[in-house]
């Protein structure tokens, strides 16, 4: 079977693996996948579904959209983006107005400095409203 380059990816899991002191059937095991299918992934020869990298991330604890930069799903603009993001979501000591207040001063500041996210420029561009 050749690499499929994402031996980056599989690097990257055993790493995470060895650090988090799981085994290979262990991590397998916590993320719902098989054994061998996960040895495939981290040798580079699969390409695991954003699902299965988002199962992978829950059961190594780590953030989801670290490994899509990996695997290549998401650039690393995008991923600081989504952390941002989740971080505010995520916050217990601010209720939900005050989250979305502060989501929409991060998307103004983004805006203003010509990064604005995926998210807002397809709200923003309605392909049914004819453009004048």
């Known amino acids: 079977m050749a690499s499929l380059n994402v031996g980056n990816l599989g690097e990257y899991l055993r790493e995470q693996r060895r650090t988090a002191q799981l085994t290979l059937r262990q991590l397998a095991d916590a993320a719902g996948v098989s054994n061998p ?3 495939q992934i981290e ?3 699969r390409k695991p579904s954003a699902e299965i990298l ?3 991330a829950k059961a190594l604890r780590i953030s989801a959209e670290t490994l899509y930069v990996q695997a290549g799903i998401l650039d ?3 991923r600081d983006e989504a952390e941002v993001r989740s971080v505010i979501l995520a916050d217990p000591s601010i209720n939900e107005r005050q989250k979305q207040v502060l989501l929409q001063i991060y998307e103004s500041f983004r805006k203003e400095n ?3 996210t995926g998210e ?3 709200t923003n561009a309605d392909p049914s409203t004819p453009s004048s």
Do not use: I, N
């Open 37 to 39: 299918y996960l040895s």
């Open 43 to 45: 040798r580079g020869l």
């Open 54 to 56: 988002q199962q992978l």
């Open 76 to 78: 690393e603009r995008d």
């Open 114 to 116: 010509g990064l604005a």
């Open 120 to 122: 807002t420029d397809k």
